[in-house]
């Protein structure tokens, strides 16, 4: 019974940590801007998290080692290393868009100056990390994400043409600019499987200490909570494009998002929406800053691990110290974090491959995982995936630039 | 889309050059993004109907926060801290505005920002409306 429930606690945490900042700008952007047509490209994105989770908390499970451990063993040092600087920088772009992010939410809640907030974010992201158990960090964020259902609420009582809703999810060329529209799905498909995902998401496992006996939690964790997670980004993409599309609104703010859970819910639904905006995106925060104490102490041979608390393992508890450091360093001299989060999200798609093909070629490897190796039915969609991430990371900077960066 | 916002969006938003000298790895970076965002073409908008589009949107978002604020369903907090956003996303578009008509609605929906941002004594019923009518009148010049 115990199991059931610890199983069913970080499904429900797997959900509301789904959404972080990349989620909320392209989802809520491409709703005011293409309305519906653009779910399709939301299934694809969680298709794809799901499918690689899967296998690297798989790998995790069996072989006890993340998914760098990986990239260093199959890719060997060189190519292993610029996989390594390439995911740092994206995890260093997506935490510095994430701290900036809880900064403007707090303003829109507080009211107080910007960069008196930004420093009050990264300084209680730091006790968090350096306090919270790992197990509290993603449960307590998980949980508070959830106030974003408050969208899926928004969603239905702002009563869309749920006919345009379901064609939505059938792939389209869609109607208007064809290099915004590309832009976007290259956007909303990198922001759900953004890399930092899978290395937090396989370090975690370790962390936890799983063995093969926790496989079921694995495919529980990935499927049910990363597909109802995904509920979230609809309920965003929906709810813009039911509210914003009409008026012509553009979302260029976080709180315009805020404001689509406001008109039909009022004010409780601006509070939870920001709350629950808070929440998920301190938590991506966390997440990607762990991510890269991760991929550098697993790349390097550190010993790392939250478990081991911070003075057992310094160098870890360093790295992801200097990550919030430089974080805090990007977003504090002013620069938009809207704009850093679209960089990001677009840079993590070119980084792509180097994190997914490891997972994938280790995942596959009987000698390393025996009968837990991937099955036709996970070498299918691991394949078809890869297919997907090697043509956007390729499509990526085009149509960034010929997009104007969604500007049309 | 999350374009026109961008540097001036943040208070007291000197992009680059507020970093000191011993910062010169992060002006680095921060000039990389700057370059990347440029190259990207993400500043102002040069065409009308794309200034027009910008300036409606703004309108037609106070509108809508107005609206919240005349049905007492918001936060005075948030209230006064999206005007503002809305009012930084506006005077970064403004000085690309050539054309006269657009300018003058540009103005004239600053203004009606602002006196929502500092809680106008005449009520957001009436702002709501103003905005309202302003996003109707920018949306004839953005076909």
């Excluded at chain 1, 929906?238 to 012509?248: E, M």
């Excluded at chain 1, 041979?301 to 478990?307: S, T």
């Excluded at chain 2, 992060?26 to 589009?53: F, I």
């Excluded at chain 2, 930084?88 to 941002?117: C, F, M, S, V, Y």
Aim: aromatic share 8%; charged share 15%.
């Amino acid at each position: 019974m115990s199991k059931i429930f610890s199983v069913a606690l970080g499904i429900i945490a797997a959900i509301g940590g789904f959404v972080d900042i990349g989620d909320i700008v392209f989802n809520v952007a491409a709703g005011a801007t293409f309305g519906y047509q653009l779910l399709w490209a939301v299934v694809l994105g969680v298709g794809g998290i799901i499918t690689y989770a899967e296998m690297s908390g798989r790998v995790a499970a069996v072989s006890g080692r993340a998914v760098f451990d990986a990239v260093r063993e199959r890719l060997g040092f060189g190519v292993g290393l610029v996989a390594l600087v390439a995911g740092q920088l994206v995890n260093l772009l997506t935490l510095a868009a994430e701290v900036g992010g809880i900064a403007l939410v707090l303003q829109l809640l507080a009211g107080l100056p910007y960069r008196a907030l930004l420093v009050l974010a990264v300084l209680a992201l730091g006790l968090v990390l350096w306090l919270m158990p790992f197990e509290w960090i993603e449960r307590v964020f998980g949980y508070g994400g959830l106030c974003l259902l408050v969208f899926a609420v928004a969603a239905i009582k702002l009563n869309p043409d749920w006919g345009a809703v379901a064609h939505g999810f059938l792939p389209s060329t869609g109607s208007g600019d064809l290099a915004v529209y590309g832009y976007y799905v290259v956007g909303l498909v990198g922001a759900a499987m953004i890399p930092y995902e899978v290395y937090f998401y396989s370090s975690g496992a370790v962390e936890e200490r799983w063995t093969a006996n926790d496989l079921g939690t694995n495919r529980a964790n990935v499927l049910i909570g990363y597909s109802l997670g995904g509920l979230l980004s609809f309920a965003l993409m929906i709810s813009a494009g039911a509210l914003l599309l009409p008026h012509g609104i553009s979302a260029e703010l976080l709180g315009t998002t805020a404001l689509v859970a406001q008109a039909p819910l009022g004010t409780v639904g601006l509070i939870l929406a920001l709350i629950g905006t808070l929440f998920a995106i301190s938590g991506a925060a966390i997440d990607s800053a762990f991510s890269g104490a991760y991929s550098a102490a697993q790349f390097f041979g550190w010993r790392w691990g939250k478990y081991r608390h911070n003075a057992g393992a310094p160098r870890f508890t360093l790295a992801w110290i200097a990550m919030l450091v430089l974080g805090f360093s990007i977003v504090v001299t002013g620069v938009d974090p809207i704009l850093v989060t679209e960089l990001s999200v677009v840079f993590s798609v070119v980084a792509l491959p180097l994190t997914y093909i490891p997972i994938l070629l280790v995942a596959n490897d009987t000698a390393y995982m025996g009968a837990h190796a991937n099955g036709k039915l996970a070498n299918t969609f691991g394949i078809f995936y890869l297919v997907v991430v090697m043509a956007i990371a390729a499509a990526a900077i085009p149509l960034l630039l010929l997009s104007n960066m969604g500007q049309g | 889309m999350f374009l026109a916002i961008r540097s001036e969006r943040i208070p007291s938003g000197a992009w680059i050059s507020c970093l000191p000298d011993r910062h010169g790895s992060v002006r680095r970076s921060a000039s990389l993004l700057a370059l990347l965002a440029v190259a990207a073409g993400c500043g102002t908008p040069e065409e009308l109907s794309k200034q027009a589009e910008e300036v409606q949107s703004v309108a037609a978002e106070g509108s809508l926060l107005a609206h919240a604020a005349s049905e007492g369903s918001t936060t005075g907090v948030f209230t006064r801290e999206h005007a503002k956003a809305l009012r930084k996303l506006l005077r970064k578009l403004r000085p690309a505005i050539e054309d006269r008509q657009l300018a003058g609605l540009a103005d004239r929906t600053d203004a009606a920002l602002e006196r929502l941002e500092v809680g106008d004594e005449r009520g957001p019923g009436r702002l709501e409306e103003e905005l309202s009518s302003l996003a109707e009148a920018v949306g004839q010049l953005a076909p």
